[in-house]
Every structure is written in structure tokens, then in C-alpha cells.
């Protein structure tokens, strides 16, 4: 069976990014994936160097010239970091503005099917407002250059999925934006895009908001105005939900199997969970997009960047998720 094809911009260079990249080219993932890299080869080659790793760093041209075996980082070079220039663990306008180059590309590679999924390195939104890149962060800038509306994040670690009904808002916002229309919306979208994933059945829970779902009231009205006739609704027309779950158990009886997967209403109600169950494998998948795209979920780690010391598990396990969902993108 063809192996999926995985491109993977290597992330802000002054960042773990290129680390993790080259760490990750010496696991087993060659076995089940083939992995492209997007970056600069230089910049790649003095990580390598810095690392004593027996990686070989093939250029290529186009996809078609890999040589996908363990130990060989296949790569699309993108000359545009300055080297006399570049410092490590440092904000910098050029690195973020790089950064945006390889994901640009592999965008544009998966969107004409030359790969098969998009696995993204770490990137820093400060470097990239230095750099003249005006996205927050990688959803956004998946978002415009796939042209898709809203599309969702959904965490995996092990067996937990979580999707998230709002992101990079402030907590008041967000709070908000905890509607019954938008939850009835989500959750339709958040199952379409399991089901691409090749993911069906099972009952999807909708956490609670305030402490113990609000006690029907007694403390915060968003469950008995919103979740509760969203849930309603949704089981009226046929969706396996359930709901609202307090949020200090949901994600608890979601790894013991009672839901196959979890709609956190806020950001940090989701991260926490995950991060503190797995921190290094819980991985970020955005659907609702025409391609598949995974990515670790952490950041560049300026603090410990270049330095050996920083562990690839996530990078690897972002390369895992998306070789194992990217045929039934294939086959879509």
C-alpha cells in the first residue's frame, strides 16, 4: 500500500522547530509515512550538525524525488533565512515571515494533491507580526489560503477528542459566543468532519460551562438558555448527543469510552484537560478544511531552542495522526 505523503513545514527557525524536524526523521515513522520537509536547508543542516544526527538531508525539486526511508530528511528548500543574519532562540520579523513561506507552500501542495496531509512545525505570533504576517496563528492562516469559513480544532490524545466552540478570544468573549444556534451549528460540523476522518458513531458530549453545568440556574443561566435546547434540538433531529456534562468530569468519562468525543465551549476548558492528561501527545487536527492538517501543540520554546534539549514526541505524533487519517482524505 502507498505510504501517505506528509509535508511538514519545519516551523519558525529560531524555534525547536527545526530540532524536532530533524529528531523526527530518525523514528519509525518512515515505516508508515513519507515525510517532505518544507524549510530552509541550511538552517535544517546546522541543526543537524548541532545535534550530531546521522540524518541525510536530500534536496529535492518536487515530491516525486524523495527518498522516504528512515533516517532521510527529504527537503524543499526555501532559501529565505539570511544565516550571517540569524540567531537562535530570538524574536525576529525574518524568521516569522519564513516560517510563513513553508507553511504557504505546503498548503499549496496539499490543495493540488501533490501530498497528502500537512503536518505544521511550531510557529510564534510574535515573529510573525515582526514580520509582516497579520494571522494570530496557524488556523487563520490555514483558514485564508484554503479559503474555508471557521473551520474547527479538534485535540486527540490517545483516545480523547475534543473540538472547541471558541479559540483565541478572551475568557468574557468567549463566554459569549456560547449560544444555542452555535453549538446546534458545531456540533453538526464537528461530526461531518469526524466522519471524514473516517470516525462514526458513538455520542459526542457538550460540556457545561459553570461549575456543575450551573446548578440549573443557580449559578449561570448559559446551560438552561443555551446547551440544554441545543442538545434538545440536535437529539431531536438525530445526533447522538449528550449534555451539558459538568466540565470537571466530561473529559474524565470521555477516555473511559462513554463518549467518543467532547465539545469544549471555551479554549483553556479543552487544553487543560488534554495537556494535563498527555502534554506531548496531544495533537491538534483542523477540519472542516478541503485538506487534512495536524500539528503539534506546543510552541517554538524560545527559551530551550538550539539547545538539544527539546523532545520531538509531539512532531512525532502529529506525523503519526496524520498518516493515520490522511487515506480517508485520499479516497474522499
Known amino acids: 500500500m502507498k505510504k501517505p505523503l506528509i509535508a511538514i513545514p519545519m516551523g519558525d527557525p529560531a524555534g ?18 513519507a515525510c517532505l520537509v518544507i524549510g ?19 534536496v529535492v525539486s518536487c515530491p516525486k524525488e524523495g527518498d522516504y526511508r528512515v533516517n532521510v530528511l527529504n527537503i524543499l528548500d526555501i532559501d529565505n533565512v539570511d544565516m550571517a543574519a540569524f540567531k537562535a532562540g530570538e524574536i525576529s520579523g525574518m524568521c516569522g515571515k519564513a ?18 496531509a500537512v ?16 494571522f494570530i496563528g496557524h488556523t487563520e492562516i490555514f483558514a485564508e489560503l484554503t479559503k474555508t469559513h471557521d473551520p474547527l480544532t ?24 456560547v449560544t444555542k444556534d452555535r453549538i446546534i451549528d458545531y456540533v453538526i460540523r464537528c461530526k461531518k468532519a469526524l466522519e471524514k476522518l473516517g470516525v462514526s458513531g458513538g455520542t459526542m458530549a457538550i460540556a457545561g460551562l459553570n461549575p456543575h453545568s450551573g446548578e440549573h ?51 483553556d476548558q479543552g487544553h487543560i484537560a488534554t495537556k494535563t492528561y498527555d502534554f506531548e501527545r496531544t495533537i491538534s487536527v483542523t477540519g472542516g478544511m478541503p485538506i487534512l492538517r495536524t500539528s503539534v501543540d506546543h510552541g517554538t520554546a524560545l527559551d530551550i531552542a538550539w539547545k538539544g534539549i527539546a523532545s520531538p514526541v509531539s512532531m512525532i505524533e502529529a506525523i503519526k495522526v496524520a ?10
Open 154 to 177: 479538534m485535540f486527540q490524545v490517545h483516545n480523547l477528542r475534543v473540538f472547541f466552540l471558541s479559540r483565541h478570544v478572551s475568557l468574557r468573549k468567549a463566554c459569549d459566543m
Open 16 to 33: 525547536i522547530g527545526p530540532e524536532i524536524v530533524v529528531m523526527s526523521m530518525a523514528d519509525e515513522i518512515a515505516d508508515n509515512t
Open 40 to 58: 530552509s536547508q541550511r538552517i535544517l543542516r546546522k541543526a543537524a550538525s548541532s545535534l550530531n544526527s546521522p540524518v541525510e538531508i536530500n
Open 99 to 116: 516560517a510563513f513561506d513553508y507553511i504557504e507552500k505546503s498548503i499549496d501542495l496539499a490543495v493540488s494533491k501533490k501530498v497528502d
Open 217 to 267: 440556574g443557580l449559578f449561570g443561566d448559559e446551560e438552561v438558555n443555551h446547551v440544554e435546547p441545543a442538545v434538545n434540538e440536535l437529539l431531536n433531529k438525530g445526533y447522538d448527543v449528550a449534555g451539558p456534562v459538568p466540565g470537571d468530569s466530561v473529559f474524565h468519562l470521555a477516555l473511559q469510552g462513554r463518549f467518543s468525543s467532547v465539545l469544549s465551549l471555551y479554549h
Open 119 to 134: 503536518a505544521t512545525g511550531p510557529i510564534n505570533k510574535e515573529s510573525l507580526k515582526a514580520g509582516g504576517v497579520n
Open 323 to 332: 498518516g493515520e487519517y490522511a487515506p480517508f482524505f485520499i479516497n474522499d
